[in-house]
């Protein structure tokens, strides 16, 4: 427990000098900026605003990402609750209540209950993530090559099993990442692989160019074909952003319980807070007196979904931070981040870079902190974003991606590559194969061939290894049994539900 | 996989009932596409296991062509071969490479050995295109995709030789095409205004080494960066079948 103050103490030391706290700030900020603007989801946006993080100091680059996702998250409740457009999976059923709401002249009071339930939920799981991220550390710090490598296999099979649409595509996805992962030097031997003898490729396929290139530019050409639909913008003057104290008791136990779901769910890999938010708003129904009102503007129907799926984004960093498995996109995004700050994600984070580790979890707390006193108050901006019409938009969107790709290495070979991956993406998504797998195999792939050459050395090339080894075994054998049960037909009817 | 790429734009583009001339237009591209990776399997050492492989997927192209195969999903059937072709390509580029020594994995292991299981795994997509029905490959819209990716290409060919200013500039008015909306004024002004916010963004804020102007030698600069690209997309197809010819 003191262990567990000290640490946070230590975080907090590092979150709050006033460079970091700047990062938290203007990341939040940034990320709602670009997480209102519509058809623009957190992945997306993470991956616009990638590179200008470069430059940062890691632990600030960290902080502000972290930042980022939580602001991204939160422009997707906003325009779910203003316009009935939820911009990310995780506030569709915020909508649902929340647009009723704003109908009926409360937008102000849902976008605060939004943000106070987010808050609670974040200041909750910080704490947890905290309490949980050293204990799990040791644990992880006990496995060797073979467990590790089943735990990614597991890791992978849970993303595919929980994540929407076909599970074989999905597997399909995960290899192909795992394959482009293989372009470039082999780390034992340094032989190019698959280079095609191209210098460019030498040093493999950059991170940030697949990940502008699906996310960024294969998105903005996809919602280039969605034909402009009257959107229903509010027009009225978001006001009384205060909620009533009827509202506040109404949701308060409604913010426990969802932050409580959330948290639990988002440890699993795939779809947390999607799966999260889903969960949180049928068991408000459950718990109502008044289920039949439901859809209607009841205030629960935004508080427990929103401090779920806030809970579940958070807690998604424990599999990241503790074991270095990303356990979705965005985290992936993360991944990826590190890894180009020069910080191998894994269990020796904690060890060997403390003030990373903590500061990266206090600021987590500040970035919550930063959506309830800045973001709040600027909704009339927000607002104002909406009506950006999207011929404006996409152009300066294609613009700064460029911008981007380009100042990783000041490489026009990178914006070409990503031109490449643009048009790979709008053909996944023409073949309805989902980009989100691939980007986590393309992540963990390097990973993954580690750790099986070296558990395949130690045990001297016998492949009974990864199962006479009973955390490797157990490990192995959940994946198995999740993967059989997704193909089972009462399950896979039950997945559907939870993913409509 | 630019050749993966481009083979996937025509492989059936749009609905796709067994025997009709969709399935005609997209096992032909399939056909095609085999040919090419075929040809590349002449300039490696050990070119069974690809050559037999592409040998079948040319096959099932033609067999698709001719109304031998229902495809019922095509987005399903079409993906899977697609994807089948990329492991190929995979297992001819990493064929050259050593496999294992001993109880070691060598440079060329890993990488086989995810090719192989995605082969598995997309030939299983492939299959499911023809047992179970599914929907058709949406339509391709050319106008969005293509103004942006010449934009996009035009960025990266600019930006060097004329600087932040003009490519960011030139840019944003050559995708804005990619939209039916476009005028004219306010599409100049709002170019200039997001040129000027990168400018301060990114040079200013960030402090990043960009070019803001074209340099004095710019236009041989510009050949320079052309010829770059060509050997950048040529070289793969120079590298397996240039040899041959």
Same mark, same amino acid.
């Given at each position: 427990?003191?262990?567990?103050?000290?640490?946070?103490?230590?975080?907090?030391?590092?979150?709050?000098? $006033? /460079?970091?706290?700047?990062?938290?700030?203007?990341?939040?900020?940034?990320?709602?900026?670009?997480?209102?603007?519509?058809?623009?989801?957190?992945?997306?946006?993470?991956? /616009?605003?990638? $590179?200008?993080?470069?430059?940062?100091?890691?632990?600030?680059?960290?902080?502000?990402?972290?930042?980022?996702?939580?602001?991204?998250?939160?422009?997707?409740?906003?325009?779910?609750?203003?316009?009935?457009?939820?911009?990310?999976?995780?506030?569709?059923?915020?909508?649902?209540?929340?647009?009723?709401?704003?109908?009926?002249?409360?937008?102000?009071?849902?976008?605060?209950?939004?943000?106070?339930?987010?808050?609670?939920?974040?200041?909750?799981?910080?704490?947890?993530?905290?309490?949980?991220?050293?204990?799990?550390?040791?644990?992880?710090?006990?496995?060797? $090559?073979?467990?590790?490598?089943?735990?990614?296999?597991?890791?992978?099979?849970?993303?595919?099993?929980?994540?929407?649409?076909?599970?074989?595509?999905?597997?399909?996805?995960?290899?192909?990442?795992?394959?482009?992962?293989?372009?470039?030097?082999?780390?034992?031997?340094?032989?190019?692989?698959?280079?095609?003898?191209?210098?460019?490729?030498?040093?493999?396929?950059?991170?940030?160019?697949?990940?502008?290139?699906?996310?960024?530019?294969?998105?903005?050409?996809?919602?280039?074909?969605?034909?402009?639909?009257?959107?229903?913008?509010?027009?009225?003057?978001?006001?009384?952003?205060?909620?009533?104290?009827?509202?506040?008791?109404?949701?308060?136990?409604?913010?426990?319980?969802?932050?409580?779901?959330?948290?639990?769910?988002?440890?699993?890999?795939?779809?947390?807070?999607?799966?999260?938010?889903?969960?949180?708003?049928?068991?408000?129904?459950?718990?109502?007196?008044?289920?039949?009102?439901?859809?209607?503007?009841?205030?629960?129907?935004?508080?427990?979904?929103?401090?779920?799926?806030?809970?579940?984004?958070?807690?998604?960093?424990?599999?990241?931070?503790?074991?270095?498995?990303?356990?979705?996109?965005?985290?992936?995004?993360?991944?990826?981040? /590190?890894?180009?700050?020069?910080?191998?994600?894994?269990?020796?984070?904690?060890?060997?870079?403390?003030?990373?580790?903590?500061?990266?979890?206090?600021?987590?707390?500040?970035?919550?902190?930063?959506?309830?006193?800045?973001?709040?108050?600027?909704?009339?901006?927000?607002?104002?974003?909406?009506?950006?019409?999207?011929?404006?938009?996409?152009?300066?969107?294609?613009?700064?991606?460029?911008?981007?790709?380009?100042?990783?290495?000041?490489?026009?070979?990178?914006?070409?590559?990503?031109?490449?991956?643009?048009?790979?993406?709008?053909?996944?998504?023409?073949?309805?194969?989902?980009?989100?797998?691939?980007?986590?195999?393309?992540?963990?792939?390097?990973?993954?061939?580690?750790?099986?050459?070296?558990?395949?050395?130690?045990?001297?090339?016998?492949?009974?290894?990864?199962?006479?080894?009973?955390?490797?075994?157990?490990?192995?054998?959940?994946?198995?049994?999740?993967?059989?049960?997704?193909?089972?037909?009462?399950?896979?009817?039950?997945?559907?539900?939870?993913?409509? | 996989?630019?050749?993966?790429?481009?083979?996937?734009?025509?492989?059936? $583009?749009?609905?796709?009932?067994?025997?009709?001339?969709?399935?005609?237009?997209?096992?032909?591209?399939?056909?095609?596409?085999?040919?090419?990776?075929?040809?590349?399997?002449?300039?490696?050492?050990?070119?069974?296991?690809?050559?037999?492989?592409?040998?079948?997927?040319?096959?099932?192209?033609?067999?698709?062509?001719?109304?031998?195969?229902?495809?019922?999903?095509?987005?399903?059937?079409?993906?899977?071969?697609?994807?089948?072709?990329?492991?190929?390509?995979?297992?001819?580029?990493?064929?050259?490479?050593?496999?294992?020594?001993?109880?070691?994995?060598?440079?060329?292991?890993?990488?086989?050995?995810?090719?192989?299981?995605?082969?598995?795994?997309?030939?299983?997509?492939?299959?499911?295109?023809?047992?179970?029905?599914?929907?058709?490959?949406?339509?391709?819209?050319?106008?969005?995709?293509?103004?942006?990716?010449?934009?996009?290409?035009?960025?990266?060919?600019?930006?060097?030789?004329?600087?932040?200013?003009?490519?960011?500039?030139?840019?944003?008015?050559?995708?804005?095409?990619?939209?039916?909306?476009?005028?004219?004024?306010?599409?100049?002004?709002?170019?200039?205004?997001?040129?000027?916010?990168?400018?301060?963004?990114?040079?200013?804020?960030?402090?990043?080494?960009?070019?803001?102007?074209?340099?004095?030698?710019?236009?041989?600069?510009?050949?320079?960066?052309?010829?770059?690209?060509?050997?950048?997309?040529?070289?793969?197809?120079?590298?397996?079948?240039?040899?041959?010819?």
């Amino acid at each position: 427990m003191s262990d567990l103050l000290a640490n946070l103490a230590l975080g907090f030391g590092v979150a709050f000098s $006033p /460079m970091n706290m700047l990062f938290c700030m203007i990341g939040a900020l940034v990320g709602t900026l670009i997480g209102v603007l519509p058809g623009i989801g957190s992945v997306a946006t993470i991956a /616009m605003l990638l $590179p200008i993080t470069f430059g940062l100091p890691p632990v600030g680059a960290l902080i502000m990402l972290a930042g980022i996702y939580y602001g991204a998250q939160y422009g997707g409740s906003t325009t779910a609750v203003l316009v009935n457009i939820p911009g990310e999976a995780t506030s569709v059923v915020t909508a649902l209540d929340g647009h009723e709401m704003a109908k009926q002249g409360r937008a102000g009071a849902a976008l605060s209950i939004a943000a106070i339930g987010s808050f609670f939920a974040g200041c909750v799981t910080t704490v947890l993530v905290a309490a949980l991220g050293a204990p799990l550390t040791s644990v992880a710090l006990l496995f060797g $090559p073979a467990e590790y490598f089943s735990l990614m296999v597991l890791g992978l099979i849970f993303a595919v099993v929980l994540a929407k649409g076909s599970v074989l595509k999905a597997l399909a996805m995960i290899v192909t990442g795992l394959l482009l992962s293989q372009v470039g030097s082999d780390l034992e031997t340094g032989a190019g692989r698959m280079t095609f003898d191209l210098p460019e490729l030498a040093d493999g396929i950059g991170f940030a160019n697949i990940a502008l290139g699906m996310f960024g530019f294969a998105e903005i050409v996809r919602n280039l074909e969605i034909p402009p639909e009257g959107r229903d913008i509010l027009m009225r003057k978001v006001t009384n952003l205060m909620p009533t104290r009827e509202d506040l008791i109404r949701s308060a136990p409604s913010i426990a319980r969802g932050t409580t779901i959330g948290a639990i769910i988002g440890i699993l890999p795939g779809a947390g807070a999607v799966i999260a938010s889903f969960a949180a708003y049928s068991i408000e129904k459950k718990f109502s007196k008044y289920p039949e009102k439901f859809g209607t503007g009841m205030i629960e129907g935004v508080a427990g979904p929103e401090a779920a799926n806030n809970a579940a984004a958070q807690s998604a960093f424990i599999p990241l931070l503790t074991l270095g498995i990303p356990p979705n996109a965005v985290m992936a995004l993360m991944v990826g981040a /590190m890894t180009i700050h020069g910080i191998v994600p894994g269990p020796q984070v904690m060890t060997k870079q403390p003030e990373l580790f903590w500061g990266m979890i206090a600021s987590m707390w500040i970035g919550n902190l930063a959506l309830v006193i800045i973001n709040l108050p600027l909704v009339g901006l927000w607002v104002a974003l909406l009506r950006v019409p999207y011929r404006l938009l996409f152009p300066s969107i294609v613009v700064f991606c460029c911008i981007g790709v380009y100042s990783i290495n000041n490489a026009p070979s990178d914006v070409l590559i990503a031109a490449l991956f643009a048009v790979v993406g709008y053909w996944f998504a023409k073949h309805d194969f989902e980009p989100a797998p691939m980007l986590l195999g393309f992540v963990l792939g390097p990973l993954m061939e580690e750790n099986l050459r070296r558990a395949m050395l130690i045990a001297r090339g016998d492949v009974t290894v990864f199962f006479t080894r009973p955390i490797s075994a157990v490990l192995l054998g959940t994946a198995f049994v999740m993967l059989v049960m997704s193909g089972l037909p009462m399950l896979r009817k039950r997945r559907e539900i939870l993913v409509e | 996989m630019s050749d993966g790429v481009t083979s996937s734009q025509g492989g059936g $583009p749009n609905s796709g009932a067994p025997g009709n001339t969709n399935s005609f237009r997209g096992g032909i591209v399939v056909a095609v596409a085999s040919l090419l990776l075929l040809l590349m399997t002449f300039s490696i050492a050990s070119p069974t296991v690809p050559r037999v492989l592409t040998i079948a997927i040319g096959l099932l192209g033609v067999a698709t062509a001719f109304g031998f195969i229902p495809v019922r999903a095509p987005q399903d059937y079409y993906g899977g071969i697609v994807l089948m072709m990329l492991a190929i390509l995979a297992l001819i580029a990493s064929a050259d490479l050593p496999g294992q020594r001993g109880f070691a994995f060598g440079p060329g292991t890993a990488p086989r050995l995810f090719a192989i299981l995605l082969f598995g795994l997309s030939a299983a997509v492939t299959l499911v295109g023809i047992t179970s029905v599914g929907p058709a490959i949406e339509k391709y819209r050319l106008r969005g995709p293509l103004w942006v990716l010449l934009a996009i290409i035009l960025f990266a060919m600019f930006i060097r030789p004329l600087g932040l200013i003009i490519a960011s500039f030139l840019t944003w008015m050559i995708s804005i095409f990619g939209s039916t909306e476009m005028r004219w004024l306010e599409s100049v002004i709002a170019a200039a205004v997001m040129t000027a916010f990168c400018v301060l963004l990114f040079v200013y804020l960030l402090n990043l080494p960009f070019q803001l102007w074209p340099q004095p030698n710019a236009f041989a600069l510009l050949w320079q960066q052309l010829a770059e690209f060509f050997r950048l997309m040529l070289g793969p197809l120079l590298k397996y079948i240039g040899v041959i010819a």
